[in-house]
């Protein structure tokens, strides 16, 4: 990426000689588009996806304009494996829906083409424009709620108007499979060599429009070790009531790409320093503001890294386990008011599973392919404290045992009770069967040395008949 500052520069076009411009976009500053030639950086279509490949080629033969966006041509920018591949094009959805028989159309806040290859899916979306400001004419104008969320933006324009309407600067840079060259309106790639977030435009104006942006600004700050542009993140800290207005169903895919993204420890940090996990997860926010002894914050703390090392070794890791973590101590101050209340063991965590439960899906959605596996972990650490008798060999069968078993190792990190019986479990573990069957034997009770009294023989009724009668 070193030698891009020598290449094409290209003056847009002064605001008054373009055809078909609104007030609205009167206010878009201008910037010179920077056009980096193949030799001058290092993407090459061999890094690129086939199918992505497939996708772009096509498109171009049909006669539409095609690129490669986004994190796919920041990632490759940086040497990086990007985790997918998204194209735009001025070909419309249903245009593209044509071209490709494996594609469905979805979304309507944004309509989108998925072209599906398998288990790999390559979005297509259509050049757009800024609310009323098409350039043909004949899109839809963009529908906004009363606090200026953008509920429906399908307003199609030029491929400039598409990158002014981005987010993230980083983010808004294109790839042309035409001349394999890379397209810089808006100065994505000075912002990408500095290590800088900045949103494109008025941030205050953008977060309202879309708050999702709020925690996709922490994300690939803490995903690409970058810092915030000091006016990209000064509205951090006092926006987070936004997300109130998100759909929970939305903020819980937002979830996963914060956390299950590799860098789970780091988005935590950033995420409470700019005063936004509250407003995902207010019960644990409220735990970690009244600990004890740093107790909730290192279990979290270990869930997190133990799940950045996972997926580090390309390890498989389940959302429930993760959930499990985060609403352990929401979960145990439920259980300790319910205890007060006179509730027996089994009733206490399960009532405190549901408040929790409850409470929780208010905010963030949590669907029940995840939501069960994550009581069934609670329901075992209650399980996992008897340790004698047949119940802990019948337990090494239960479905849920290895996660709830890990649950109990992380937390033994901090709790020294649960690590007394994190170190009998995995001594027992370490047995053979018929080990593990003496070592669950309850001990046997102690001999006071005294003999044993006879139990006397009951009398029978033909003996007592035989017995002489009372004297008068």
């Not at 990190?413 to 007394?420: G, H, K, L």
């Amino acid at each position: 990426m070193a030698s891009w500052k020598e290449s094409s520069i290209i003056p847009t076009l002064p605001l008054h000689t373009r055809v078909g411009e609104r007030a609205l976009e009167s206010t878009r500053p201008t910037s010179p588009l920077i056009i980096i030639p193949r030799p001058e950086h290092n993407i090459s279509r061999a890094n690129i996806s086939p199918n992505a490949v497939k996708v772009l080629y096509r498109l171009r033969e049909a006669g539409h304009r095609a690129c490669l966006v986004g994190g796919g041509v920041r990632d490759l920018l940086r040497g990086r494996e990007p985790k997918d591949f998204d194209v735009a094009t001025d070909a419309r959805p249903e245009q593209v829906y044509k071209l490709f028989r494996n594609c469905r159309l979805i979304g309507r806040r944004f309509r989108l083409a998925h072209v599906q290859f398998g288990s790999e899916i390559i979005e297509v979306a259509t050049f757009r424009a800024h609310g009323g400001d098409s350039e043909d004419g004949d899109g839809p104008s963009v529908e906004r709620a009363a606090d200026g969320r953008i509920l429906s933006d399908n307003v199609y324009g030029s491929i400039e108007d598409d990158a002014w309407r981005r987010d993230f600067t980083i983010n808004a840079l294109y790839y042309d499979i035409a001349t394999f060259a890379v397209l810089d309106y808006v100065g994505g790639m000075a912002d990408l060599e500095a290590g800088l977030i900045r949103l494109i435009g008025d941030p205050a104006q953008h977060y309202h429009e879309d708050p999702v942006r709020l925690l996709r600004a922490v994300r690939f700050a803490a995903k690409l070790g970058f810092r915030l542009d000091p006016a990209t993140e000064a509205p951090l800290h006092r926006l987070g009531h936004l997300l109130e207005k998100i759909p929970p169903a939305r903020l819980f895919d937002e979830i996963l790409k914060l956390f299950l993204g590799g860098c789970a420890i780091q988005t935590f940090e950033l995420l409470r320093h700019y005063r936004l996990f509250g407003w995902l997860f207010p019960a644990t926010e409220h735990c970690l503001n009244h600990q004890q002894r740093h107790y909730p914050k290192t279990l979290l703390a270990r869930a997190l890294a133990s799940t950045d090392s996972r997926l580090a070794e390309n390890k498989s890791v389940n959302p429930a386990f993760l959930f499990a973590a985060l609403l352990w101590e929401p979960l145990r101050e439920q259980m300790r008011h319910l205890e007060a209340e006179g509730l027996d063991e089994h009733e206490v965590l399960q009532e405190a599973a549901e408040r929790v439960v409850q409470a929780q899906i208010r905010h963030t959605a949590l669907p029940r392919r995840y939501s069960l596996p994550m009581r069934e972990i609670w329901e075992l650490q209650q399980r996992l404290t008897v340790v004698t008798g047949k119940r802990p060999l019948r337990l090494l069968d239960h479905p849920r045992f290895r996660a709830g078993y890990d649950f109990l190792l992380l937390r033994a990190e901090a709790d020294e009770q649960a690590a007394e019986l994190a170190d009998w479990w995995t001594r027992l573990l370490a047995l053979d069967a018929a080990g593990r069957a003496q070592a669950t034997q309850p001990a046997a009770t102690a001999k006071t040395g005294k003999p044993r009294r006879r139990r006397k023989s009951r009398s029978r009724k033909g003996d007592q008949a035989a017995q002489p009668a009372p004297e008068a």
